[in-house]
């Protein structure tokens, strides 16, 4: 999976899970949070700056979720 995120970098991984690990470590300060501690500041980011909630029940439904909002764009 490859995608662009809303900043224009480019971010890839096998799976949902890798995905957001690299999301995560592209990010000097939140490279050192727990991917979960990072799920939980991305989802209140989302909600500030886009004014929409997301669930981070599953990883997979997260990054759906991103899509659907903008957050993240599909490349491959």
């Known amino acids: 999976m ?4 809303a900043t224009g970098k480019v971010i890839e991984g096998d799976s949902p899970v890798e995905v957001f690990e ?8 939140d490279s050192k949070l727990t991917l979960w501690e990072f799920l939980e500041v991305l989802a209140l980011r989302i909600q500030v700056y886009y004014g929409k909630r997301v669930s981070i029940r599953g990883m997979g439904h ?3 979720q991103l899509e659907e909002i903008g957050y ?5």
């Open 22 to 29: 690299n999301l995560k470590n592209d990010s000097s300060y």
């Open 2 to 5: 490859k995608f662009l995120t």
């Open 72 to 76: 993240l764009i599909r490349l491959e």
């Open 62 to 64: 997260l990054l759906t």
